[in-house]
């Protein structure tokens, strides 16, 4: 019978204490950004604080894996090689990497993981990167639970992590030059400018206007939160939170929302464990509606057709509904529904130009609010919270704790007594000391057992007290309190010296790539990177755009149809669009860009016109 598959929830930090409370909150592993070349630039992270980091994960048995994921040039090569070993030597489980020149580097043994900025999105591609070492791979967002399922059956032995949670880039990852092309900001170096959040016009190839002011590549949010145990069946192991810049609240009520879905998985499949040691136990009720999203959609999981992904009206967060507006009378408005608000709550709603609104509630009183700063909304119109202010305060204050089962055992001995603590992971301290017996005047057992549970601020949890003991004998309860006491620090220190850090060589390897050309889409931006490629067999390497931009380049591939969004697909739809091809987006200052159907490839490719 083969072992349990091991399944880690993996949380996003912006910082430390976002690492920390994921970690409470249930993480299995966090990602975090290095002190440069993530793909985050604005989330770095000092080497300090991800030492700390990587200690408090460490005793529960998490995984720190730091993100060092942008294209690197030449001249940043030696000081990445450097940071590495400097990461190594904390204890930092695994890098999360795009740019193949790092494997050319000198490299302590740690684990790399193939950013999904790596363009992971079919069979061939995952396999050779297996092959070449990466022991986990970042699959793409787009890909389809049967799509999924391929990749395993073709890598069993291949750690597969997968996006469950929070904001899509429009872009295939990797694949997305529109930042770089027209502010010069680089989306693989770390700096995208989020052009895909802007509103644009859409006209035909006769200049006729398709649609106005309208946000036609902002994607809903992703939530699989109902799909955890289909995409654990299809191979799954890692189950990924997005949000390295999002906010503390966030992180704790995510994490806690998706631990405990896992935990329920879990508790029916043996066949699947969960990857690190600890129980959580939460202030309040994990809700995901509450929380930072664009509305939400399972993307193409279950295939194309299956929900919503686009969010035209706004890229901004619409939050929970709420209900709808019956009549405005005065200064406040009556709310049909079923969640109350609370006086302090953001509101917000969609105006009758597809325009967002919002204002913040400045009293209530039953289904009548009153808000802060006058407000003309029709009858009829659906209203949302963004702002929680009752949520908001339970996660502003301290909203989990996170336990280690112990068994605690006190026995007499030949000299006196032991004390000894084995933990839910067969981790185990004992403490022995000489001491003369001296029966006490009253019963003994509950009043041991009760003065040994008290773990209090520890990592600890007793599940289970037993006294081993001949004859009622008594132990101040002082000299027991110290003796606890030492036994858990001894315990904890163990748990560190015994954390298990996979090693890995990296070897160089000589395996075909899936293709003998690489265009700039092959991201290739220093030496170390195109010696790797042609060791596998590549022929000709051109630059990553970053270094030689390509005037016709397709700057953004795309899953995600315009297209088909309005019903006017060849493939899936009857109905025929009355505008002629190609349509243009343009954008507020005038910047106009070329769309073009591959239905073949069933996407969509997005070029820069210049005027």
């Known amino acids: 019978m083969s072992k349990p598959r091991k399944i880690e929830l993996l949380a996003p930090a912006k910082n430390l204490e976002s690492g920390m409370e994921a970690i409470l909150h249930g993480a299995d592993a966090v990602y975090i950004g290095a002190p440069k070349f993530s793909a985050r630039a604005a989330a770095g992270n000092s080497m300090a604080d991800i030492q700390a980091l990587v200690k408090f994960a460490h005793l529960y048995n998490a995984r720190i894996y730091v993100a060092l994921n942008t294209l690197l040039t030449d001249d940043e090569l030696a000081e990445t090689e450097s940071m590495i070993h400097e990461l190594y030597s904390f204890g930092v489980d695994a890098l999360i990497v795009q740019d193949m020149g790092i494997t050319r580097l000198n490299l302590p043994p740690i684990p790399l993981h193939a950013s999904t900025q790596t363009d992971n999105r079919s069979v061939e591609k995952v396999k050779f990167l297996a092959d070449s070492g990466f022991t986990q791979v970042v699959l793409a967002r787009e890909l389809s639970l049967n799509e999924i399922k391929e990749i395993h059956e073709a890598c069993p032995k291949t750690s597969l992590e997968v996006f469950v949670h929070g904001a899509l880039c429009v872009s295939y990852s990797g694949q997305c030059y529109v930042s770089q092309a027209c502010y010069g900001r680089s989306a693989n170096r770390g700096a995208c400018a ?20 309208k946000h036609l590549l902002s994607l809903k949010d992703l939530n699989l939160n109902d799909e955890l145990e289909a995409l654990l069946d299809a191979g799954v192991s890692s189950l990924k939170i997005e949000g390295r810049l999002k906010d503390l609240t966030y992180v704790k009520n995510v994490t806690a929302a998706y631990r405990q879905k896992i935990d329920a998985i879990l508790k029916r499949r043996k066949d699947f464990v969960r990857a690190s040691s600890g129980k959580s136990t939460y202030t309040f009720t994990p809700q995901l509606d509450k929380t930072f999203s664009r509305g939400f959609t399972k993307y193409y999981l279950n295939g194309r057709g299956s929900n919503e992904v686009a969010s035209f009206d706004t890229p901004k967060s619409l939050g929970e509904e709420m209900g709808y507006t019956k009549e405005q009378r005065g200064n406040f408005i009556i709310v049909a529904g079923v969640k109350p608000f609370h006086n302090g709550d953001g509101a917000c709603y969609i105006d009758k130009q597809g325009q967002l609104r919002g204002f913040r509630v400045n009293r209530v009183d039953g289904n009548k609010i009153y808000p802060l700063e006058p407000q003309q ?200 669009s009355p505008y002629k091809e190609p349509y243009y987006l343009m954008s507020s200052d005038g910047k106009r860009f070329k769309l073009k159907f591959d239905c073949k490839r069933c996407l969509m490719e997005v070029s820069r016109e210049e005027q």
Not at 194 to 213: S, W, Y
Request: proline share 4%.
């Open 194 to 213: 989020q052009f895909c959040r802007l509103p644009f016009e859409m006209v035909d190839a006769d200049g006729k206007t398709i649609t106005k002011n």
């Open 377 to 576: 909304i029709p009858s009829r119109t659906t209203i949302y919270r963004n702002f929680d202010q009752e949520f908001e305060k339970l996660l502003g204050r301290k909203s989990a704790e996170r336990k280690i089962a112990v068994r605690i055992t006190l026995a007499e001995s030949q000299f006196g007594y032991s004390l000894t603590m084995t933990d839910e992971d067969n981790v185990s301290y004992s403490l022995s000391w000489e001491a003369s017996k001296e029966l006490a005047r009253t019963p003994q057992t509950d009043n041991l057992r009760n003065q040994l549970s008290k773990l209090g601020n520890t990592p600890f949890e007793a599940v289970e007290v037993v006294i081993d003991f001949t004859d009622n004998w008594f132990i101040p309860a002082s000299q027991l309190a110290e003796l606890r006491r030492q036994v858990v620090d001894r315990l904890t220190e163990t748990r560190y010296t015994t954390y298990k850090q996979e090693l890995v060589v990296w070897k160089h390897t000589q395996h075909a790539f899936p293709t003998d050309k690489l265009t700039y889409l092959g991201n290739v931006m220093n030496s170390s990177a195109a010696t790797f490629y042609k060791d596998h067999g590549v022929k000709q390497i051109d630059n990553a755009f970053e270094l030689s931009p390509v005037d016709d380049a397709v700057l953004m591939l795309s899953k995600h149809c315009i297209r088909y969004s309005m019903g006017w697909c060849p493939t899936y739809h009857k109905e025929r």
